[in-house]
C-alpha cells in the first residue's frame, strides 16, 4: 500500500504508476465495483491546516479523521451542517472515516433536505489528477464564481477523476436545542405525506423520515430554545397533532440512527440507496413488495434492504427506479453482485458521453479506481 | 478589451446562415437586420459592445436544438442570453456570432408544492418564479438585485447569488434539474425532482458555466415555503473594524441571519442624499435581518442587538414594523442608483473571507487616493460577497481605462487575502484576463478540457472566461 505523506508525494505516486491504483482515504466506505489495484491512501495526509470560526470556513487535508475535524468544531460549537453518515456499522467496516472520503463520496446525511448536500458545504478542492498534475479548484469563501465549478464535480466522483489532497468546507453553527415530534404506525403513503407536510410548513424542519418497521415518522426541529418550543407547539396544533415529543440527546439519537441507517445494519441482504421524488417513496416501496426500508429526506431517499440472493435485487430496483425517475445506488452487496451488477445508476447514452469524456480528460490513462462507477 | 478576430469564413455566408435557420424558427424568430441585431450589441456591462451576426429567438427546446445543430455544422459560434443583464460581459457578441436569446421561453411547466420544485423554461425571470407560487406561500430563494429582470437561463450561467444566500445558498444550491442542448444540437437531460446525482454531478458542473457548455432550456428548482415574516434591524459604527468583529460576533454566536448587508461612509451619505432612508453619518452601517414568527423574531433580535452592544454601536435602530422594515432596506436597495446618480460607476464582485475586511476596506481606501477615483462600498458581509463600486465619469478620456486598472488591482487584493474575483456575477470578458491571478496554467487547463468534451470546436459564447492567451492553442486547433 502507498501511504504518500504529502501532496508532493502522493503527486509523484500517481504519476509514477504504472497500473490502476485503488484510491481509498480511511477505508470505512467500500462502495462500488471492486477495484483490482495497488492501494494508493490519502490518510497519511493529516490535519486541519485554517478554521476560521467567525467565517464559518475550515480546510483540512484529506485524510484528516472526520472525528478530529468535528472534535475541533465541536469546540467552537460548531459542526458540518450535511451531517454525514459513519459507514462502518452498515458495511461492516473498520477503519477510521477521513474528510476527504466524505467529500469524494458526497456523504449526507438526514440535514441534507435544509441544509444542503455535503456539494453544498465543499467551497474548494485540492486534488491529484490521472497525470499526476496538482489542480485546485474554489476556495475557502462561501461565494465563488470564479471559473468553472469543479469542486461539485470532484464531490461525490468516488476518486475516479483525481485524488484529492486538500478540502475547504462551510460549516455551521450548533443550535441551541433540538427536539423530534415521532408518530407511530403510519403507512408509507400516510408516512410520506405528512413528512410533506411538515416540509411544506414555514417551521423550518431539519430532518424528515419514515421507517418501515415501526411505521414511524419523525420530523425535526432545530434552533434557540424559545424558537423550537413554538415551533412544536404550532406543529403539535397542526401537522403533528397528538405526535410524541423528544427532546436534546433522545431526539439527537433518533437521527443518528437514520443517518448511519442504523436499522438495515446486521440484517441479511443487500442495501439499496434509491434517491427518487419524495411523493414516489411508497410507490417505490409497493412495487418491490414492501421490504424493509428507511425513508429520510420527507421520502426523497430510500434505503431498501432486498435479498442477497441473484442479482442482489438490481433488476426490480432499476425497473421501479426507471418508471418513477430518479437513481439507486447499490451500496452494500458481496464482491460478486458487486461485480455483477451496475453498482451506480447506469447513464442515458448523452450523459454516459458526457461522463466518459471527462474520465477521458481528469484520467487519460484510467488509473484511478477504473471502474468502480461503472 | 481584446477579443478574436471574427472568422471571414462564417462573416461571408451571413446569408446562407440565416436561410438554414429560417428553415427551423418562424420569420419573426430570426433577427439578420444590422439595425435589428443592434438591441444585442451589449448586456448590462456597456462599456463594450459589438452587434452580432444574428439574432434567434427560440421558443422550445427542440427550435433551440434545431439552431445549435445548424450553428455547429456551419462552425458559428453562439451566444446563449437570458435577459442581458450580466454585469461581467458574460453575453457579449462577437461580429460573428449568432445571439441565442431563450426570453420566448418563459413558460412554468408544473408546480408540485408536496416535493417542493417548479420547473419553467429558462426564459422566465428569477422574480415570475416566486411569483408563480407565491398564491400558496411558496418562493424562489436566490435573490439577485436584478431579479425582476434577470433570467433562471443566466442566474444558472452564473451561478446567481443574492443578499439572501447567507441562510439560502446560491443558484447551484436550489438547482434540481435542468435540460441542456450540447453544442451539436443533442438534448440531455441532468437532474430531476430528486436529490442529487447518480453518477459525476454534472449539475453541478453546469451551473456557473457561463453558457460555455451547453444551453439551458428548462430547469427544475427547488421552492420553499415563506417564512411567517422577517424583520431587519439597523446598527452603525464608527469604525470599520469594529463592524467587521461585529458580523463574525454575529455570526460565531449561533443565529444564522438570511442576510448581513454592510455599506461604507461613502455610500450611506450618497444613499442618504438620493433615497433619504435616515441612515446614520457613520462609517460603517449594518442591516441584519432575520425570520420566523413574531416570538422568533424578536428573541433573535434580542440577541443581535446584546451582541451589537458590545461593541460600542452609534446607531442600533430595531424594526418594530413593516414600514420601519422598508425604510431601513430602503438605502441599501438604492445604493447602486444613488451612486449612479453621482457618476458612472464600475461595480466589482470579489469575495473574500469575512476575517480580512478590515485589511481589505483600509487598502481599497488607500488605492480610492492613488487612482484619484471615488470608491463607495456595499456588499453582502455575511459571506465576504464586495461590491466596491470605483466612480468614473465615462466621457472624460482615460478615466475608464484608470477605473478598470484600479478593479483589477482590488480583485487582485481579494485573491491575495485568500478570496476570489468574483462571487456572483461570473468571470464573462470582465475578469477574463484577471484569471491567471486566481489560477496557475494547470487550474485553467483542466476546466479547459472540461469545455473540450462538452463543446470540442469551441463555439459556445466565444471569448469568455478563459485569458485569450491561455485558451489560444484549443481555439486554433479546434477551427
Known amino acids: 500500500m502507498m501511504r504518500p505523506g504529502s501532496e508532493a508525494e502522493l503527486a509523484d505516486a500517481v504519476a509514477g504508476a504504472t497500473g490502476p491504483l485503488r484510491v481509498i482515504g480511511g477505508g470505512t466506505r467500500d462502495i462500488g465495483a471492486p477495484v483490482d489495484g495497488d492501494v494508493l491512501s490519502a490518510a497519511g495526509l493529516s490535519g486541519i491546516s485554517l478554521y476560521e470560526p467567525g467565517a464559518l470556513t475550515l480546510v483540512a487535508a484529506a485524510g484528516t479523521p472526520l472525528a478530529d475535524i468535528e472534535a475541533a468544531l465541536a469546540s467552537e460549537g460548531q459542526r458540518l451542517a450535511f451531517e454525514p453518515m459513519d459507514h462502518r456499522g452498515l458495511l461492516g467496516t473498520t477503519g477510521v472515516p477521513t474528510i476527504g472520503g466524505v467529500v469524494a463520496a458526497n456523504v449526507s446525511g438526514p440535514r441534507r433536505i435544509q441544509a444542503g448536500a455535503c456539494r453544498d458545504s465543499a467551497l474548494g478542492v485540492r486534488f491529484v489528477d490521472g497525470r499526476g498534475r496538482v489542480l485546485k479548484n474554489g476556495g475557502r469563501v462561501m461565494k465563488n464564481v470564479t471559473g468553472y465549478d469543479l469542486v461539485k464535480l470532484l464531490a461525490g466522483s468516488w476518486g475516479t477523476l483525481g485524488v484529492l489532497s486538500e478540502v475547504s468546507l462551510k460549516v455551521q453553527a450548533i443550535p441551541e436545542t433540538e427536539a423530534t415530534l415521532v408518530a407511530q404506525g403510519l403507512s408509507a403513503q400516510d408516512g410520506v405525506a405528512a413528512l410533506s407536510a411538515a416540509l411544506g410548513s414555514p417551521f423550518d424542519v431539519t430532518g424528515a423520515a419514515w421507517l418501515s418497521d415501526t411505521g414511524e415518522a419523525r420530523v425535526r426541529i432545530e434552533g434557540l430554545a424559545a424558537s423550537v418550543a413554538y415551533r412544536l407547539k404550532q406543529m403539535g396544533a397542526e401537522i403533528c397533532a397528538g405526535w410524541d415529543v423528544y427532546e436534546g440527546v433522545a431526539s439527537a439519537a433518533l437521527w443518528q440512527e437514520v443517518r448511519d441507517v442504523t436499522p438495515l445494519s446486521g440484517q441479511a441482504g443487500t442495501v439499496w440507496r434509491v434517491s427518487v421524488k419524495p411523493t414516489d417513496a411508497p410507490a417505490l416501496l409497493n412495487a418491490l413488495g414492501d421490504p424493509q426500508a428507511i425513508c429520510d429526506w420527507g421520502g426523497g431517499l430510500v434505503w431498501l434492504l432486498m435479498p442477497e440472493g441473484g442479482d442482489g435485487g438490481a433488476a426490480a430496483v432499476r425497473g421501479a427506479v426507471a418508471r418513477l425517475g430518479g437513481h439507486a445506488t447499490l451500496v452494500r452487496g458481496s464482491a460478486e453482485t458487486r461485480r455483477a451488477v451496475s453498482v451506480f445508476q447506469p447513464e442515458e447514452a448523452g450523459v454516459a458521453r458526457i461522463t466518459a469524456g471527462l474520465r477521458a480528460q481528469f484520467d487519460p490513462r484510467g488509473i484511478l479506481n477504473p471502474g468502480l462507477m461503472g | ?479
Open chain 2, 1 to 479: 478589451m481584446d477579443m478574436p478576430p471574427p472568422s471571414p469564413t462564417v462573416l461571408a455566408k451571413k446569408a446562407r446562415i440565416l436561410d438554414r435557420l429560417r428553415t427551423v424558427l418562424p420569420a419573426d424568430a430570426v433577427i439578420g437586420d444590422e439595425a435589428e441585431t443592434r438591441a444585442y450589441e451589449c448586456d448590462a456591462l456597456t462599456a463594450y459592445r459589438c452587434p452580432p451576426l444574428a439574432a434567434v429567438l427560440p421558443a422550445s427546446t427542440n427550435e433551440v436544438a434545431a439552431v445549435l445543430k445548424i450553428c455547429h455544422e456551419e462552425n458559428v459560434p453562439v451566444v446563449p442570453r437570458g435577459a442581458g443583464t450580466s454585469l461581467a460581459g458574460g453575453a457579449l457578441p462577437t461580429a460573428d456570432s449568432v445571439i441565442l436569446g431563450v426570453a420566448r421561453m418563459n413558460a412554468v411547466l408544473e408546480t408540485d408544492y408536496e416535493n417542493r420544485f417548479v420547473r419553467v423554461q429558462t426564459g422566465r425571470t428569477n422574480l415570475s418564479v416566486t411569483g408563480a407560487v407565491e398564491e400558496m406561500d411558496f418562493f424562489y430563494a436566490p435573490d439577485p438585485s436584478s431579479q425582476l429582470a434577470c433570467a433562471i437561463a443566466g442566474n444558472i450561467a452564473m451561478n446567481s447569488g443574492g443578499a439572501h444566500c447567507l441562510k439560502y445558498g446560491v443558484t447551484t444550491n436550489n438547482l434540481l434539474g435542468v435540460t441542456l442542448v450540447t453544442m451539436e444540437g443533442e438534448v440531455v437531460e441532468i437532474g430531476g425532482a430528486h436529490l442529487d446525482a447518480g453518477g459525476l454531478d454534472l449539475l453541478g458542473l453546469i451551473c456557473g458555466s457561463e453558457g460555455q457548455l451547453g444551453v439551458v432550456t428548462e430547469a427544475t428548482l427547488r421552492i420553499l415555503r415563506k417564512p411567517e415574516g422577517a424583520r431587519p434591524v439597523l446598527i452603525g459604527y464608527d469604525d470599520i473594524v469594529v463592524a467587521g468583529e461585529c458580523v463574525s460576533d454575529i455570526i460565531k454566536s449561533g443565529i444564522l441571519p438570511v442576510a448581513i448587508e454592510f455599506m461604507d461612509r461613502p455610500c450611506i451619505r450618497a444613499t442618504e442624499a438620493f433615497a433619504g432612508a435616515g441612515y446614520p453619518d457613520c462609517e460603517a452601517l449594518l442591516i441584519v435581518e432575520v425570520e420566523g414568527s413574531e416570538e422568533e423574531i424578536a428573541a433573535q433580535l434580542e440577541r443581535i442587538v446584546a451582541i451589537a452592544k458590545t461593541h460600542n454601536p452609534v446607531e442600533l435602530r430595531e424594526s418594530g414594523s413593516p414600514e420601519e422594515s422598508a425604510k431601513i432596506w430602503l438605502g441599501r436597495k438604492s445604493a447602486f442608483g444613488a451612486m449612479g446618480q453621482i457618476n458612472d460607476y464600475m461595480c466589482l464582485d470579489g469575495t473574500i473571507p469575512v476575517s480580512q475586511l478590515p485589511l481589505v476596506l483600509r487598502r481599497i481606501g488607500e488605492m480610492s487616493k492613488e487612482f484619484g477615483l471615488d470608491v463607495g462600498n456595499v456588499f453582502h458581509a455575511g459571506d465576504g460577497n464586495m461590491h466596491p463600486l470605483i466612480l468614473f465619469d465615462a466621457n472624460k478620456p482615460g478615466d475608464l481605462e484608470k477605473c478598470e486598472a484600479f478593479g483589477a488591482e482590488i480583485l487582485k487584493l481579494c485573491v491575495e487575502v485568500g478570496g476570489c474575483l468574483t462571487g456572483e456575477h461570473g468571470v464573462g470578458i470582465e475578469k477574463r484576463d484577471l484569471m491567471v491571478t486566481q489560477y496557475e496554467a494547470d487550474d485553467l487547463d483542466i476546466q479547459m478540457a472540461v469545455k473540450d468534451v462538452f463543446d470540442p470546436k469551441w463555439l459556445l459564447n466565444p471569448a469568455k472566461v478563459f485569458p485569450l492567451q491561455s485558451s489560444e492553442t484549443r481555439r486554433i486547433a479546434a477551427e
